[in-house]
């Protein structure tokens, strides 16, 4: 047995609903629940400002690392001190050869190139060594006189008082940087207890009348530089004189320069990045503020959300905030006019519906043939009524989404209405109306729009001032420029509008129809949804009366002055 319930649904076309079957949770729920952007936390920088960090920090990373590894300034350094000890070696083997060997002899007086020795390598900080022609040590600036008493004083920090920066810098430029360019490239010293020259290559170059020179590092990676020069009697090589220093001083010119450097990084570096920062908050900010806005603006169904004004920022986010604000209140404005719209709808609706069902409710009562023949017409005419109304509603629903979606063309506005009032003279609804159409003929006015919609909008107005146009009337239409604007003008001879009228006559559903007229022919849409499609153009319509200049009117009171009803729209000339 089929339940009540059941068989209503069965009527309406429906499924009944089933008793223990759980309620669905509404879309809105589930698009909340997944679309929902993840929460970050606020201490936590936006992927926008490590991006930017990403960007900015290694090329300047790159710029520092170029910079520290200072080779050119090095070798000029060491270039520098080589030619140096080769100026002083030159010196000293000029005296050895001049004063230290006999003029017969092939060999050194060993005494006298000893004292030269240490009286001329005592005024340098390098240390002189003189080899024989055989290779064997002669004299060592190290081991005679007081230079091998003097003592070197260096300055110390103070234990646990060295700056923290001059710790990274000693670290970075010991285990990056000085290592590599001397353990990698530099031959470790060495002395044998008992030096020869076979054990220094420079000093073997001397020896064949060659300068040598060679580059070593101590223990300590410390640069030892070395100078080979031979000491020659009338061309004749007696020995080589062997000078050799520690670049210490090229290290810490080479380490002031770094330093230097790494004070301008760091400056640099703080810089960058507080820009770096100041840039994404102006960028990051404004659009997470934009995006919370946007998404609040979804998931708030009964308040109005504010979308940040950003428009005096002048930029790229100041047009998004624009376009946001503009989209949030068309968007609302949209919501608001089918809120709107549904209510008229219901309200008319429900009036041929209420006649309807009234007319059902007596039918059956009602036995004289004439009562039921004029409710079954009542009905009838409420049926069709019903019918114009879903047509001119769904009508008006989709235009808007169909003037979106339409591709505008240029149109030649005067052919289409010299095209529309000749198809209206052939109608029997013009039989007993005269038309005139009037044009400026130095003007062929070019609109782009969808043209069916704008013959649309000229058949509504046509239409009205036929049906409010009294016999043997006239319908006058022109069209002319104004400014940067064409303007479709049409008036009759009717009635006009009630001067309180003139707007609401572009109302949904207002309806002003003329006393000889049944009701209900018309739904009362048409002027509003010429609105619509107009204003979808970029143009403007409005109403208004023809009225006799001062004398003319016949008859008491403002209405006798008026001869009949204007209306009229604009539309932005191509």
Not at 543 to 569: L, Y
Request: some cysteine; charged content about 25%.
């Amino acid at each position: 047995m089929v339940s009540e319930t059941e068989s209503r649904y069965a009527l309406r076309g429906d499924t009944a609903p089933m008793a223990d079957a759980p309620r669905a949770a509404p879309a809105s729920d589930h698009l909340a629940d997944h679309a929902a952007p993840r929460p970050r936390r606020r201490w936590l920088p936006s992927p926008l400002t490590i991006r930017i960090l990403a960007l900015n920090i290694p090329a300047l990373g790159i710029l520092l690392g170029g910079a520290l590894f200072l080779g050119q300034y090095r070798e000029g350094l060491v270039e520098a001190k080589i030619e140096s000890l080769k100026a002083e070696g030159a010196i000293i083997a000029a005296a050895l050869g001049e004063t230290a060997a006999p003029i017969d002899g092939t060999s050194f007086d060993r005494e006298i190139a000893r004292q030269l020795v240490r009286r001329l390598a005592a005024t340098g900080a390098s240390r002189a060594r003189l080899f024989d022609s055989e290779g064997f040590l002669i004299a060592d600036s190290q081991g005679l006189g007081p230079a091998a008493l003097a003592v070197r004083a260096q300055n110390l920090p103070e234990p646990g008082r060295e700056p923290w920066w001059d710790i990274a810098i000693n670290m970075v430029d010991r285990w990056i940087l000085r290592a590599p360019l001397t353990s990698a490239r530099l031959e470790p010293y060495r002395e044998n207890a008992v030096p020869l020259a076979t054990d220094y290559g420079e000093v073997l170059t001397a020896l064949s009348g060659e300068i040598g020179t060679a580059l070593r590092h101590l223990s300590d990676n410390e640069l030892l530089v070395s100078v080979a020069i031979p000491v020659q009697r009338f061309k004749r090589v007696l020995g080589g004189l062997m000078l050799t220093v520690e670049a210490g001083d090229i290290e810490e010119r080479v380490r002031e320069v770094r330093v230097a450097i790494l004070q301008v990084f760091g400056l640099a570096l703080v810089v960058t990045v507080l820009l770096s920062i100041y840039l994404s908050s102006t960028i990051a900010r404004p659009i997470s503020r934009l995006a919370a806005a946007a998404h609040g603006a979804r998931v708030r169904s009964g308040r109005r959300t504010v979308i940040p004004d950003f428009t005096a920022r002048r930029d790229e986010i100041g047009d998004l905030s624009g376009a946001l604000r503009e989209m949030t209140d068309a968007l609302y404005t949209r919501m608001d006019a089918i809120e709107a719209f549904a209510a008229d709808v219901a309200h008319e609706i429900r009036n041929p519906l209420s006649s309807i069902r009234s007319a059902v409710e007596i039918l059956p009562r009602t036995e004289e043939p004439e009562r039921r023949a004029k409710l079954l017409a009542i009905i009838n005419a409420d049926v069709r009524r019903l019918d114009r109304l879903i047509n001119d509603i769904s009508d008006a629903s989709r235009i808007g989404a169909e003037l979106a979606r339409a591709e505008s063309k240029p149109l030649d506005l005067v052919a289409l209405v010299r095209t529309l009032v000749e198809v209206l003279s052939e109608t029997d609804a013009a039989a007993d109306t005269g038309v005139t159409f009037a044009v400026d003929p130095e003007i062929h006015p070019r609109v782009r729009c969808v043209e069916d919609r704008i013959a649309q909008v000229m058949r509504n107005l046509l239409a009205n001032a036929i049906s409010f146009s009294p016999r043997g009337g006239v319908i006058r239409i022109a069209v002319r420029r104004v400014g940067d604007n064409v303007e479709v003008s049409v008036e009759d001879d009717g009635p006009g509008v009630p001067p309180d009228k003139l707007d609401a006559v572009f109302d949904r559903f207002y309806s002003l129809r003329p006393k000889h007229e049944p009701f209900g022919l018309h739904s009362g849409l048409g002027l509003s949804i010429s609105r619509q499609i107009v204003e979808a153009h970029g143009g403007t319509i409005w109403a208004e009366n023809r009225v006799a200049p001062p004398g003319a009117a016949k008859g008491d009171g403002p209405a006798s002055a008026i001869q009949g009803a204007r209306f009229a729209f604009t539309l932005p000339l191509r």
